[in-house]
């Protein structure tokens, strides 16, 4: 397997000279900040750059080629997968001080910005303006718009906008050889060559460091109205979203929360949780105010039709806030009440979400674990909260992981809908893809990166690059 030089004084003081004294992170607590993102995972850093320009990162990938030392680059550090995490030691590069939005030009509606960004700030900002970006993931107030990209990352909105990706139109990145490259264009269509701007996004972080985006913007919606709906049981909540979208609606998001989840929030509920099995949706339209008002009624009449108990219409800002924050309060509280939480993002299809989850008191029992199942509904993205009380069985989870990941793939699903898989999910990447694709993958990446200096060890396990290596 590939070995890499240590970051000794000489390489140091070489690295200083190049990018100046200032971008060095010194200060250790600092420095151990950079050793985890929300994973849970930890790799400490044998050194921390704070880079404040592009030319910078040049230098520096020239030094890194030139002394074989990894480079891992770094967003918000909110990433779910490890994917910024310095696994096989090296320098992790962080992009928060590239945080400018250069230009929003509301004539052609695109933005130009820094990989820093804050997704929310940016959201914001354009907002401002009447226009909407809608990639929306769930830590967008600490997730940078550079960090989403090399994820891909998605969110509620997904239903109806779509993911990141669907966002970029181009990219400004720095190779691994430190050379630039400008992919992609500033107009909505341009087939010139291979789409390298796609093939970057997703990338998480291995084939080139993003240093600037031109992202494509829409109008921002004019009037949001939601309703949450509680539903007897999963199934009666899943047909429920069918019905919804075969009968011509498409919600900007659909989420569900299933019955551990609701007990777990009981106590912030405005209504009583009927049953031990209840399931919660929440739906919200946006568009024309008096199109999502009428939107939000015949939305109402479908749910109650296929059984609906309760119905709670928000129609402010506080209404749709306060459905949102129970929402938001599932995930803060399965992690703080478990000492394991391993935290999954699957992806089946719409159909076959009432069939994986009536599944899973069988994985609880076989492999001691409790499952919290919520996300969105509208697109198969399951979030598995896979907890237990203490990691003495840690085994035992693990095998439990694999078959739930296995039952996922043979449902004709994904092991990931917006993670990525990054150092947390590589040991389960030939569960899904075929020999054949991991070989041209892997042999994409050295062409790219032919000393595998950029963020080495994530996606792919070890034996996939073993007799590749020099």
């Known amino acids: 397997m590939k070995t ?3 970051i000794t004084k000489d390489i140091r003081r070489r690295i200083s000279d190049a990018l100046g004294d200032e971008c060095i992170v010194t200060n250790q607590d600092e420095v151990g900040t950079y050793s985890k993102d929300a994973s849970g995972l930890s790799y400490p850093p044998e050194l921390v750059i704070r880079v404040q320009e592009t030319a910078q990162i040049q230098r520096l990938m020239r030094l890194a080629n030139e002394y074989k030392f990894p480079i891992i680059p770094r967003g918000g550090g909110s990433g779910l997968a490890g994917g910024c995490l310095p696994v096989l030691g090296g320098v992790v590069l962080s992009l928060e001080k590239l945080n400018r939005i250069i230009s929003v030009d509301t004539q052609n ?4 910005v820094q990989p820093g960004t804050i997704t929310k700030d940016l959201r914001d900002a354009v907002q401002q303006k009447k226009l909407f970006f809608p990639p929306d993931p769930a830590g967008m107030d600490q997730s940078t718009i550079g960090g989403n990209a090399a994820t891909n990352a998605g969110g509620p909105s997904c239903v109806k906008y779509g993911t990141t990706k669907d966002y970029i139109l181009g990219l400004e990145a720095v190779l691994p050889s430190g050379r630039m490259i400008n992919t992609g264009t500033r107009t ?14 997703g990338s998480e972080g291995t084939l080139g460091i993003i240093t600037g985006l031109i992202l494509k913007l829409i109008p921002y919606p004019p009037a949001v109205s939601a309703m949450t709906a509680v539903f007897s049981d999963l199934p009666s909540a899943m047909q429920a979203v069918t019905q919804i979208l075969n009968r011509g609606h498409l919600p900007s998001a659909i989420e569900f929360l299933d019955a551990k989840c609701l007990l777990l929030v009981k106590d912030i509920l405005s209504f009583h949780v009927p049953g031990e099995k209840s399931t919660l949706l929440i739906i919200e339209v946006d568009g024309n105010p008096e199109q999502t008002k009428r939107d939000i009624k015949t939305i109402g009449k479908i ?7 309760h119905l709670l219409p928000a129609f402010n800002e506080k209404e749709r806030g306060d459905i949102w924050n129970v929402r938001r309060q599932v995930s ?6 478990y000492a394991l939480y391993i935290p999954e993002d699957v992806v089946v299809p719409i159909g076959k979400i009432p069939a994986l989850v009536a599944e899973l008191p069988k994985f609880e029992a076989e492999y001691g674990l409790k499952i919290y199942a919520f996300g969105h509904a509208g697109d198969g993205n399951i979030h598995l909260n896979i907890t237990a009380q203490n990691r003495d069985n840690m085994n ?5 992981v694999k078959a739930i990941l296995a039952r996922v793939i043979q449902m ?8 990525g ?3 947390a999910k590589k040991r389960y990447l030939s569960m899904e893809l075929s020999a054949e694709s991991i070989r041209l993958q892997t042999e994409i990446k050295k062409v790219f990166d032919p000393n595998m200096i950029l963020n080495p060890g994530k996606i792919f396990p070890k034996e996939d690059f073993n007799n590749r290596l020099l």
């Open 109 to 112: 509606l695109i933005a130009q």
């Open 396 to 400: 035992r989870v693990e095998m439990g």
């Open 421 to 423: 898989i990054g150092q």
């Open 188 to 201: 909505r269509k341009g087939v010139v060559g291979y789409d390298l701007t796609q093939l970057l996004v």
């Open 332 to 337: 803060l509280r399965i992690h703080d009440n």
């Open 4 to 6: 890499y030089t240590p």
């Open 412 to 419: 004709g699903g994904t092991i990931s809908g917006e993670h």
């Open 303 to 309: 749910l109650k039709e296929v059984g609906a108990t």
